[in-house]
C-alpha cells in the first residue's frame, strides 16, 4: 500500500503510529516521516544491506542534511542498524535514547519497535506504547 499511495506508514501500521504520536501530543503532520528504504523489498521482506545502503546514499542522507533534526526516532531494528551503523537488538535496546552523528549531522536517536510489530502481539503494543510515554518525557526535557 505505500508503494502505491507513496506514503509511509499507511495502512494499519501507520494508524497505529498515529495513535502513538498521540500519546505524545502530536500529529503525523507535526512531524516528519520517512522510510530507510523507499520502496518495499519483494514478500514485504527485511531489506538487503545493498538495498539499504542504496536508499540510503541517494535519499535518506540528503533527507537528514536538509532538515537537521533535533530527534529521530527509529522505529524497528532496519532502521536503528542503519543510523547507528551496527548490529541492533531492538527487544534489549529499545526505549533509548542515543547521541547519533548520521550524514554529518548529530542528533538524538530513540530506538523503539516499528508500529507493525504491534500487530502481532500485545506484548509489542504495550511496548510501543511504554517507549512513547517515555519519549514525550524526553520531547519536553529537549524543548
Known amino acids: 500500500m505505500e508503494d502505491l499511495r507513496g506514503v509511509p506508514f499507511c495502512g494499519a501500521a501507520g494508524k497505529f503510529l498515529d495513535e502513538l504520536l498521540m500519546i505524545v501530543g502530536l500529529l503525523r503532520k507535526?512531524?516528519?516521516?520517512?522510510?530507510?528504504?523507499?520502496?518495499?523489498?519483494?514478500?514485504?521482506r527485511v531489506p538487503f544491506d545493498d538495498e539499504i545502503d542504496a536508499c540510503a546514499s541517494n535519499y535518506l542522507e540528503k533527507q537528514i542534511t536538509i532538515i537537521k533534526p533535533k530527534l529521530v526516532v527509529a522505529l524497528g531494528r532496519t532502521s536503528a542498524r542503519a543510523l547507528l551503523g551496527r548490529e541492533?537488538?531492538?527487544?534489549?535496546?529499545?526505549?533509548?535514547?542515543?547521541?547519533?552523528?548520521?550524514?554529518?549531522?548529530?542528533?538524538?536517536?530513540?530506538?523503539?519497535?516499528?508500529?507493525?510489530?504491534?500487530?502481532?502481539?500485545?506484548?509489542?503494543?504495550?511496548?510501543?506504547?511504554a517507549d512513547f510515554k517515555k519519549l514525550r518525557q524526553i520531547i519536553k526535557s529537549m524543548t
Open 30 to 44: 507535526d512531524v516528519y516521516v520517512t522510510n530507510i528504504v523507499k520502496c518495499r523489498p519483494p514478500g514485504n
Open 88 to 129: 541492533v537488538t531492538i527487544s534489549r535496546e529499545h526505549g533509548t535514547l542515543f547521541d547519533c552523528t548520521y550524514a554529518g549531522v548529530k542528533f538524538k536517536l530513540f530506538l523503539t519497535y516499528h508500529p507493525a510489530a504491534a500487530l502481532y502481539g500485545a506484548e509489542a503494543k504495550q511496548r510501543l506504547q
